[in-house]
Structure formats: C-alpha cells, structure tokens
C-alpha cells in the first residue's frame, strides 16, 4: 500500500505530535504504539527506547516538530515499507524494564480498557450503518456521506499504524443486535489491503465499496433475506440481483464509477462460478476480490443459520482447503496470514488446561496471539488478558466450538453468535495512553 510516510528525528519529538512507534507492543513501555504526545515525562521515555527516527501524523498533531540545523536534519518521504526497513536494526533487542510483572500486569489491564473502549466505538458506529442500510433508497446523499465518515476514519488507521488493531468483540458492551455484516467485511478488507501495493486513493474507494457492498439489498423482500434454509428457484434468482442493483444504485448516488464496477463484481469468483456475469480471474476488478475473500469469510462465521457458523478457525480452513479455487491465491494466503493461525473469535484450550478466547493476533507471531482467559474467580467485565509472546510456558494446543466448552467456562466467557471487529482510529481516549 503505497502512501507518503512523515518521519522526523529523535531531537524533533515535542508535545503535541502524534507519533508511531513502530515496534511491537511489549517493545515500549506505552499502552498504544500510536497516541499524540501529552508531556515531557512522555518525551523522556521514548527517547529511552533507542529509536533515532519516528514516524508521525502531521493531520493528527497540534504541532510541527521541532527544527534543526540543515546539516543534521534529511526530509524523509517514501514508500513506508522500505523506511521501516531501513530502521528496523536500530530497535534494542532487549526487552524493557517495564515487562517487570507489576508493570506488565498494568499494561494488560489497559489493554483491556483500550478494548472496551474500542467496542464502544463500534457500537456508535454499527448503529449509524443500520441507518444507512434503512435509509439507502429515501437518503441516498446523505447515507452516502455517512459511509464517507466512517470509511475516511477507518482507512486513516489502516494508512497510518504500523500494523491495524483489529480485536474481536466480547460482548460486554455490544450484543448480536450490533452486529453489522458490510462493517465486518470493510473492516477485513481492509485489514487485507494492508498488505499489498495499492494507493491511498484505492483503498478510499475499498473502504467504500465494502461498506455498501450489499445496499443492493434494500430491494429484496426480507423474507428471502433473512431465510436459514439455502435459496433455490426464483429467490436465489432474486438474491443475486444485489449486485446489479447496487451498482444501479451506486451511480444514481453520484458515487465514483469503480465503486459500481466494485458493487458488481463482488459475488464474482476467479473459477467462473460466482455471479451476476460468471466472471473469471483476469476479469474481475482487484478490489472486488479483495471483498469477494472478506465477504465470504464473514458470511461462514455469521451465516443466517447459526448451526451452520463456522469458527474463525474453522472458517479459514474450509477457505483455504474447500474453495480455493474461487479466490486469488496470493491474496487468501495474505488474508490467512493477516488474521493469524488463531483469528480474533477463536475459542482455545491451552497448555496449562485453561480456556481463552483469542482478542488480537501478533501478525509476526502467529502461534502467540493475545488471548482472554477463562479464570473462575475473575470479574467478567476485567477479565485476564495475556500475551502470548510474553508467556513462554503457555501455548495453544486446541481451538473449540463453543459447544465443547465446560458448562461454566461457556458461561464466562459467554461469547457473541456473531463474530464482529473493529478498527478505529483513535482506540482509546488520550487521557489513557501514556
């Protein structure tokens, strides 16, 4: 993904800016790897760290940074992959005194608050894609602008953080009534985008075209829509003309020709076999592609029958196994690798005989995601949240439905029938990032 990277010198930090730290999260002592700096106590522990370069948010910033002399300041403007590569050896391989426990176990709780925080704000915002989806067909304009608000948002993280936090939501504060599948799907999407070559302006218009992906649907009986049986006959006819429809609706909404195109390609499978054209690889848009794996990965967890839902283990199994054949090879391979070996969702059994749910995968440690475990004396609400990387006496060694679950660990941890994520640009409130 190709973008402009703003990087200053260690000496340029000052308060105001909104910084990256581009290390993972047991590296620096700070709750989040992105925040705008608050004080000078801020500034003095991240010059601790070893960096000699950070990258920043100008948009995000109260600020500029600090100036220097000629001599000693280079602009840095490039591709940011290759600037993160170029400082990558000058991390400390050492981890830092505030892994001691007392400060690990600090951290971990607020994790969890930047976790609760983060499913608060996918409340807010479920619940203005609902009216979008209700309005689409009166409000086009305006629904239209919605979707422009959250996307810009959501791509704004996707563009700037070293690596996306996508968590899996635990349903404290959110329920299944939130659920929102083409939220779910933009969210995937682009967390997959993340991982290839396309523009900035090409994943504004991803963004855009998994959010309304399905507004093809208003004009589909909710019967059809909501049916747990598999469509035949004249309603699978009438289910597949969604997205024709929707590209209709797209251009009559004044939206950019290749969200239509998008709109219409993304049921299309590289072996032919999807619709409304029967499609092959080299004929279907990118993008639509890239929807075509978030869709249909969303739609095996979350079918319309919950006793045909599949775990996010599961799901990326049958993906990868069953229906390769429909999807761009390199780009399922990216998908699997993004969500991890155990995706956010999974429920686990580990080594030590304890139960958890996965939060958050580590991209880089696939095998040592962050996990929420099941403690009988702990408060549902403050659950014991881990690290993986940094519990090297614990490991997963199985992934369950909720159904093979104690009566009483079922009940703990008490987990959505809808898997649901989310990303959003500022997870936690300022107040709680240092």
């Known amino acids: 993904m190709q973008q402009h990277a703003h990087f200053i010198d260690i000496n340029q930090l000052c ?3 909104y910084i990256h730290l581009d290390l993972g999260w047991m590296d620096h002592p700070f709750t989040l790897s992105n925040f705008k700096v608050q004080n000078d106590t801020q500034i003095d522990k991240i010059k601790k760290i070893g960096l000699k370069k950070l990258r920043y948010d100008p948009n995000r910033s109260d600020c500029t940074p600090l100036s220097l002399t000629p001599l000693s300041l280079t602009p840095i403007k490039s591709d940011i992959n290759a600037e993160l590569a170029k400082h990558t050896h000058q991390v400390p391989a050492k981890k830092f005194e505030h892994t001691l426990p007392e400060a690990k176990q600090e951290r971990l709780k607020q994790l969890q608050r930047a976790i609760n925080y983060n ?36 791509v704004t993280t996707a563009l700037m953080e070293g690596d996306i936090a ?11 009534l939130h659920y929102q599948h083409s939220l779910n799907v933009t969210v995937l999407a682009l967390m997959l985008a993340k991982s290839i070559d396309i523009s900035e302006q090409e994943t504004h218009l991803l963004g855009m075209s998994a959010l309304l992906h399905d507004i093809g649907k208003a004009e589909i009986h909710e019967h059809i829509l909501i049916k747990k049986d598999t469509l035949a006959g004249s309603e699978l006819k009438q289910y597949q003309e969604h997205s024709t429809t929707g590209a209709r609706m797209a251009t009559d909404a004044g939206l950019d020709t290749r969200i239509a195109k998008i ?25 639509a592609k890239i929807i075509a794996i978030s869709n249909t990965y969303d739609n095996l967890c979350n079918p319309n029958n919950p006793l045909h839902a599949k775990t996010p283990y599961e799901t990326l199994g049958v993906m990868y196994s069953q229906l390769r054949a429909r999807f761009d090879e390199d780009l399922l391979k990216r998908f699997i690798k993004s969500l991890g070996i155990y995706p956010p969702g999974s ?36 659950p014991t949240i881990l690290d993986l990387r940094e519990e090297a006496t614990i490991s997963i060694t199985n992934c369950l439905r909720p159904s093979q679950l104690p009566a009483d660990v079922l009940s703990f941890i008490s987990p959505r029938k809808n898997v649901s994520y989310f990303i959003s640009p500022d997870t936690v409130p300022e107040a709680i990032t240092a």
């Open 263 to 287: 709109l219409l390609h993304h049921h299309e499978y590289a072996d032919g076999s999807g619709f409304p054209l029967g499609l092959k690889s080299n004929e279907i848009d990118l993008l």
């Open 166 to 176: 996508i968590h899996a939501l635990n349903g404290h504060q959110s329920s299944d």
């Open 15 to 17: 308060v105001g800016l």
């Open 347 to 382: 429920i686990v059994k580990l080594s030590n005989s304890q139960y958890a749910t996965v939060v958050s995968s580590n991209p880089n440690y696939p095998l040592r995601p962050y996990i929420k475990v099941h403690k009988p004396d702990d408060d549902p609400f403050s």
């Open 119 to 154: 499913e608060k704000k996918f409340v807010e915002t479920s619940n203005i894609v609902k009216d979008i989806n209700r309005h689409i067909l009166t409000s086009p304009k305006e629904c239209v602008q919605q979707a422009k608000t959250i996307v810009t948002d959501m």
